[in-house]
């Protein structure tokens, strides 16, 4: 792990061949309301965990890469828009202080589309003033992985998010359990009636469609659904079967 580190703290941007790809999220109805734009990394022909990039990259290569997603989006605003799907894009404790910079603020304004996902422990590791500029300035915030630490509920009463992931992992554990659908039609419709939009990921085939039929959720996302480059999600239609 410490030699990993060392070789990936050591990158610069030109070190590294970088593709982005978008994860998408489909309503109850099975339109495409949202799509979370992620990164696939190479270092000389080598594959890069995003975990662990992200984890030890410098915060020059980090915001570098946070500002080619941007202008990835930026150069395809009008698809998105006319079709009203938002685009997510992942700030970690560190990127989180770009929602501070006022160029960055207009532009996200001016392209329409893009919202921000906070990782839950990023938001609780961070000091709250890159988070208070965003919602002062009205951009959409997500908080990530909602029920993967200690912060969860405590990060939605300090911060205001317009939208809630829950991690894919508390989705799978309440799966198996006998009492777990009731709970988790409990925690839906808890943060339903607090008027957040639940996203839950970790769709990976029908039988998850199912368990969650009738909760209240916003959106769901997972493999079940193959991402896809830019060019390929904009060939597409923006419902599925």
Known sequence: MESEKAFIENLSRDDISVSYVFQKMFSAAGKLVAVECLTRLHASL???????????????????????????????????NERQIYVTI????????????????????????IHFEVNEHSCSLTDNSPLQSATAHALPLWLDDFGSGYAGLASIRRH????????????????????????????L?????????????????????????????FALQGHYWKEVNIATLTAEPATVD
């Open 189 to 217: 419709s808890f943060l339903h009636c607090n008027n957040y939009k639940v996203v839950v990921e970790g769709i990976e085939n029908e039988q998850h469609q199912r368990w969650l039929a009738g909760m209240p959720w």
């Open 90 to 113: 992942n700030l970690d404790s560190h990127t989180l202080t770009l929602l501070k910079d006022s160029a960055i603020i207009r532009r996200v304004k001016a392209t329409g589309c």
């Open 160 to 187: 205001h998010f317009d939208y809630i992931k829950i991690d894919k992992d508390i989705f799978w554990y309440l799966m198996g359990e006998s009492q777990g659908k009731q709970l988790m039609h409990s925690l």
């Open 46 to 80: 080598t594959p890069l965990s995003p975990e662990h990039f992200f984890s030890f990259a410098s915060i020059a290569v980090r915001e570098a890469i946070i500002h080619e997603q941007l202008d990835l989006v930026e150069a395809h605003k009008d698809w998105f």
